[in-house]
């Protein structure tokens, strides 16, 4: 009898993608997908530990899912990632109905584990050394990278990938957990990068997006041969058949001129480039140990809007960081009020056990505070969104379709290839796009004429005559998406 998967999963792309290549793997050993965690064998919960708030959801989950365990004692119960990086005897402690705990450096591991218990083997736990455990290379060995082949029935589309170029971080921000759960910072071979973008071409795919904790860090050493981001984007821009290139997330010092250059200078490279500033004032980027100060933030600014100047800069901020005054929060709201940000991801502070920030920093700014901050911080950056946007009104723009937007996808639309519904895609400078057009448009470089803006999307109708004609396959399973969670599930009937 086919056994069936359930899988969730919370926080970033590379989790996203860690999903996908685990799934992959089970369904080579003959797994199914579930449609819900009632009539699975297998439920995994793919986990993040940036923020308390990701690591409440996952607990919140575990505590549901402990009623079907009941039910099913042969259910098998995962934790996969970050949390069981960081928080292995917690897990057990909070969820003793957990069978797998499998950080993301043995997630290579999963089939065979979940083979191992379900044949009576008893619960397992398989984690890497902690970044103080061994040397470097020790570490770095048991943060084994996970480059399984590729399933393209497991994709969220078939046309859209994202391409791993490297494992880790060693920048240890004070408040990031990440160096401490994803190990050493390692680059995947440059050729294997290429092969693989070469293999989802030949599968259909259109886009591919390059994703490292620190993607623009990006050095693959082979002899007295050094290979940067620039190079790899050189590479993969000559590949026929794929059409755009995109790369995330930065970090500033390293935005190198080469690297600025290349996405001037090579036509798949989409003019997006995101460059988390994460504070305004250079004493909380001191006590944050990004390496930075707000001039440097700044002249890396003008390196790329003097080379770019129609690129879309993106950022990511911190408000209610340890100490932070009113004075330095308002060097935050000037920052994003004069950089022209296309938008920013905004967070408030969340102390994360085993950081600097945790260790030797009091959380000493209060949750009604941070809760203030972050609606004004939000609002000044709506207003310089739908600016920016406004610029795009009356032009033809290029989009890529992605599918329903996310009004028909919370309306549930069931529809036809043939019948109009309201769809959603992206510009090559990464704006959200939404338009009345055909189902059968997903997947398909349209051009649309734009005729409103708003501060996170751009209104308009597909000009006449210019749908490309690009065959869709059909889609095996969707990625449904609630805020930070992510359900592989098969698809309903599209």
Not at 52 to 72: F, M, N, P, T
Not at 134 to 149: G, K, L, M, N, Q
């Amino acid at each position: 009898m086919t056994k069936r998967l359930w899988i969730e999963t919370v926080g970033c792309q590379m989790n996203v993608l860690d999903s996908e290549l685990v799934v992959a793997a089970l369904r080579r050993q003959g797994w199914d997908m579930a449609r819900g965690p009632a009539e699975a064998d297998a439920v995994l919960y793919n986990t993040c530990s940036v923020r308390q708030h990701a690591e409440d959801k996952v607990y919140s989950a575990l505590g549901r899912i402990r009623q079907e365990k009941q039910r099913k004692p042969d259910l098998v119960v995962g934790v996969l990632g970050c949390m069981a990086q960081k928080d292995q005897e917690l897990i057990r402690r909070r969820a003793p109905w957990v069978d797998l705990i499998v950080g993301p450096g043995q997630l290579h591991q999963v089939p065979m584990l979940v083979a191992d218990v379900l044949g009576g083997g008893g619960p397992r736990l398989e984690v890497s050394l902690e970044r103080k455990g061994a040397a470097r290379d020790v570490i770095a060995r048991s943060f084994e990278s996970y480059d399984p082949d590729r399933d393209p029935a497991m994709r969220p589309t078939p046309f859209q990938a994202f391409v791993r170029t490297q494992t880790g971080c060693d920048k240890f921000c004070a408040f990031c957990v990440v160096p401490h759960v994803r190990g050493p910072e390692q680059a995947r071979a440059p050729a294997t990068i290429v092969a693989e973008a070469r293999k989802l071409v030949a599968e259909g795919c259109r886009e591919i997006t390059l994703i490292g904790q620190t993607v623009n860090s990006y050095r693959s050493r082979d002899g007295g041969r050094t290979t940067r981001l620039s190079d790899l984007l050189v590479m993969l821009d000559a590949i026929d058949g794929l059409d755009r290139i995109k790369f995330v997330t930065n970090y500033p010092r390293d935005m190198t001129d080469d690297l600025i250059a290349a996405v001037r200078d090579l036509p798949k490279v989409c003019r997006y480039l995101h460059v988390p500033a994460q504070h305004g004032s250079d004493a909380v980027l001191t006590r944050m140990k990004r390496g930075y100060t707000i001039g440097d933030y700044l002249e890396m600014l003008g390196r790329i809007r003097s080379a770019l100047p129609d690129a879309a800069v993106t950022s990511d901020f911190i408000v209610g960081y340890c100490g932070e005054t009113d004075a330095e929060f308002g060097l935050t709201l000037d920052l994003v009020r004069s950089a022209g940000f296309k938008n920013s991801f905004i967070f408030k502070y969340s102390p994360r056990p085993g950081t600097r920030a945790h260790e030797r920093l009091a959380d000493d700014v209060p949750e009604a505070v941070k809760k203030e901050r972050n609606r004004l911080l939000l609002e000044a950056q709506a207003e310089v969104s739908v600016a920016g946007n406004r610029r795009f009104v009356g032009t033809r723009q290029r989009v890529l379709v992605e599918g329903l937007s996310a009004r028909d996808e919370k309306r549930d639309v069931a529809a036809g290839p043939d019948e109009v519904v309201q769809l959603s895609g992206r510009t090559m400078c990464d704006q959200i796009v939404v338009f009345d057009a055909p189902l059968r448009l997903v997947g398909r470089l349209v051009d649309v004429d734009v005729r409103q803006a708003g501060p996170w999307s751009l209104a308009g109708a597909v000009a006449d005559g210019l749908a490309e004609a690009v065959p869709l396959g059909s889609l095996a399973f969707s990625v449904e998406s609630a805020p930070e969670v992510y359900q592989i599930a098969p698809r309903r009937g599209r």
